[in-house]
């Protein structure tokens, strides 16, 4: 609301793109798959909640006000350089480490069965790039590869890569969401139809570029 004020109040002319996410849909039912924009918003963390806020907030500025907001809900998205915090990097790191003889070979997981729809970070970038650029004010885009996958596929895929084999793997229980999203998937047609955008890196280079990143930096 400060930037959004402050905008307003200094009548510069920015298009000012929102970065929402995936995690506003939260409880999202399997006859709503896959996600348009027009799904209710169900978030079901603090972080969603927010999510929420900031993105009603900006469209009510627009209405307003003016304000050239563009609203895109990014679904999950990695790549090199990802904090070791979400769990592509944190898996792709834990393998690195045991590479290096870092930690023993056990990789420690929460929730496997968890389903979420992955892009690659340099796709979302120029997405974003293009949703200032080409999308209508007031609007909002989801962005995503319009894919599911099962977190369990992306640990495989990361073992798969591993130059150690025979690694356990441990379910931690402080790794587990008090309540958690069981699947996301999206559709990003709208966003195609406004900006001609398509996610253009496979899936498995991302996981390789970001195991390759954490090798290099340990």
């Not at 402050?6 to 996410?21: E, F, L, M, T, W």
Request: hydrophobic letters at 35%.
């Amino acid at each position: 609301m400060n930037l959004l004020e402050a905008v307003r109040k200094s009548r510069c002319d920015p298009v000012i793109q929102i970065a929402g996410s995936s995690e506003e849909y939260g409880l999202v039912y399997p006859d709503e798959m896959p996600i348009k924009e027009t799904n209710p918003l169900r978030p079901m963390s603090p972080y969603g909640v927010s999510k929420v806020a900031q993105d009603l907030l900006s469209r009510q500025y627009y209405r307003s006000y003016g304000l050239k907001t563009v609203v895109t809900r990014a679904f999950n998205h990695t790549g090199p350089r990802r904090g070791d915090v979400f769990v592509t990097s944190n898996f792709s790191k834990q393998v690195a480490e045991t590479e290096k003889g870092l930690r023993e070979a056990v990789i420690c997981v929460g929730n496997l069965n968890a389903q979420r729809d992955f892009s690659d970070v340099r796709d979302i970038v120029r997405a974003y790039w293009l949703a200032v650029n080409k999308c209508e004010y007031g609007e909002v885009y989801n962005i995503c590869s319009g894919k599911a996958r099962k977190i369990q596929s992306v640990l495989d895929l990361l073992l798969s890569m591993s130059k150690v084999r025979n690694i356990e793997v441990k379910q931690d229980p402080s790794r587990m969401r008090p309540s958690d999203v069981e699947i996301l998937q999206g559709d990003y047609s709208k966003f195609k139809e406004a900006t001609g955008w398509k996610p253009k890196i496979p899936f498995e280079q991302t996981m390789e570029d970001l195991l390759n990143y954490w090798r290099g930096r340990l």
